[in-house]
């Protein structure tokens, strides 16, 4: 598929509408959306894939996270920091921000990988990726990080949303009332930051069985990660 096509044209200004973004060069943006199944069922000289672009806008995606954690949490240590990242640029993160502006809606994909489904999350995340990629060649780094901006604080709740349907503070609670007939014991170890942006670290242990700790930005979140490695520990999960 050419992107100079009026449907294709049509596609590629609707994903600027839906990412607040203008292309100088529509080919970028083409490309972007362009899976290496879909190419390779084509002629190759015509039809360039995403990867490189992918590769490109993987780097442009870790460097402007760590800048956005660097700035937004002065306090924050490193190893805080690179747990939070690593959390933010996860693919289940990126894909969902993909699914926000329904990039699976222009990805080109050849018959084998649409078989699989379009909602896979390897190739939205993907997609993503290319597409941060060609808005860097496109317009620079100053674009993308307005662009992702927006985005990090939504990657870092959707997470959290995620996390908190499992509830493992009570499988945890339910599996010690079964096996040993008391429920384990939660303890709050510390807090730091001011109180828009505290920090709370929560252990959970039963007697010499287990002990572990969760750091989250409330202590629902910290409870329960602290629970969930727990379960972890168990072989539960």
């Known amino acids: 598929m050419s992107w100079q096509t009026s449907g294709r044209l049509e596609e590629l200004k609707q994903i600027q509408s839906n990412t607040k973004t203008k292309f100088k060069d529509l080919r970028l943006l083409h490309q972007a959306f362009v899976h290496r199944s879909f190419a390779n069922e084509l002629d190759a000289k015509s039809q360039i894939d995403n990867e490189r672009?992918?590769?490109?806008?993987?780097?442009?995606?870790?460097?402007?996270?760590?800048?956005?954690?660097?700035?937004?949490?002065?306090?924050?240590?490193?190893g805080k920091l690179a747990k939070l990242k690593s959390k933010i640029v996860s693919t289940p993160a990126i894909a969902a921000?993909?699914?926000?502006?329904?990039?699976?809606?222009?990805?080109?994909?050849?018959?084998?990988?649409k078989?699989?489904?379009?909602?896979?999350?390897?190739?939205?995340?993907?997609c993503f990726e290319a597409f941060l990629g060609a808005l860097f060649l496109d317009q620079g780094l100053e674009e993308c990080r307005r662009f992702l901006k927006t985005n990090f604080k939504r990657m870092d709740q959707l997470l959290e949303d995620v996390e908190e349907t499992k509830d493992y503070k009570t499988?945890?609670?339910?599996?010690?009332?079964?096996?040993?007939?008391?429920?384990?014991?939660?303890?709050?170890?510390g807090e730091e930051g001011p109180d828009h942006q505290k920090s709370f670290l929560i252990s959970v242990a039963y007697g010499d069985?287990?002990?572990?700790?969760?750091?989250?930005?409330?202590?629902?979140?910290?409870?329960?990660?602290?629970?969930?490695l727990a379960l972890l520990k168990l072989g539960l999960l």
């Open 171 to 189: 499988i945890l609670q339910e599996y010690c009332q079964k096996k040993w007939k008391t429920i384990p014991v939660y303890e709050v170890l």
């Open 97 to 113: 921000i993909a699914r926000k502006y329904e990039f699976n809606r222009y990805l080109l994909l050849g018959k084998g990988e």
């Open 53 to 78: 672009l992918e590769f490109l806008g993987d780097s442009v995606l870790g460097i402007l996270a760590a800048e956005y954690l660097y700035l937004s949490l002065p306090s924050g240590k490193e």
């Open 209 to 228: 069985k287990f002990k572990t700790k969760g750091e989250g930005k409330n202590k629902r979140t910290a409870e329960q990660l602290a629970a969930k």
């Open 115 to 126: 078989e699989k489904g379009e909602s896979n999350h390897n190739l939205q995340a993907d």
